[in-house]
């Protein structure tokens, strides 16, 4: 008896149970990684948001080069050069630098309504693999279930043909 007691607890603990089929599935489900992608996808675009406030520096340059420009009639350089001014015209190259400095003061409300949505639109994600996952579980309720009433109706083939073979003898 104590052996048969032995043999039937170590039996007992070989078979998975429901819940640990949940845990394995959530641990190599590969839905989960998601849940870890959709908080970084938050945290990054609420992070971005917040630096709106912050100065903006944007600096551009330019250099063109014409081979024609306009200049001065003769008579206009003549007159000039008279009375001592020289005049040029205009180079052939031209090069312009040009820094602008930006800070956000005001934006009335946007960047708090954009993490907003950003942490909505994260938590919908999350529900959303919460869906899948449930979807999961119930195909494994399914085929946990399936397989015990498999094995109840092995149990009963066994015990028919038990029957069926003491009738015999």
């Known amino acids: 008896l104590i052996f048969a007691g032995i043999l039937v607890a170590l039996s007992a603990n070989a078979q998975l149970t429901l819940d640990e089929c949940h845990k394995m599935a959530r641990a190599n489900y590969p839905e989960i990684k998601q849940y870890d992608l959709v908080g970084q996808t938050r945290d990054f675009t609420i992070e971005n948001?917040?630096?709106?406030?912050?100065?903006?520096?944007?600096?551009?340059?330019?250099?063109?080069?014409?081979?024609?420009?306009?200049?001065?009639?003769?008579?206009?350089?003549?007159?000039?050069?008279?009375?001592?001014?020289?005049?040029?015209?205009?180079?052939?190259?031209?090069?312009k630098v040009q820094v602008e400095a930006t800070q956000l003061i005001w934006d009335g409300g946007k960047s708090a309504a954009s993490a907003k949505i950003a942490q909505t639109d994260a938590a919908a994600q999350s529900l959303s693999a919460d869906?899948?996952?449930?979807?999961?579980?119930?195909?494994?309720?399914?085929?946990?279930?399936?397989?015990?009433?498999?094995?109840?109706?092995?149990?009963?083939?066994?015990?028919?043909?038990?029957?069926?073979?003491?009738n015999l003898d």
């Open 49 to 95: 948001i917040r630096k709106a406030y912050l100065p903006q520096v944007t600096v551009s340059a330019q250099a063109t080069l014409q081979s024609a420009v306009p200049t001065y009639p003769d008579a206009l350089k003549n007159m000039m050069t008279a009375q001592g001014m020289s005049m040029t015209g205009m180079n052939k190259d031209q090069y």
């Open 131 to 166: 869906v899948d996952l449930y979807s999961v579980e119930s195909r494994i309720n399914e085929l946990y279930f399936g397989i015990l009433l498999l094995d109840g109706q092995m149990a009963q083939v066994g015990q028919t043909i038990d029957l069926l073979q003491s």
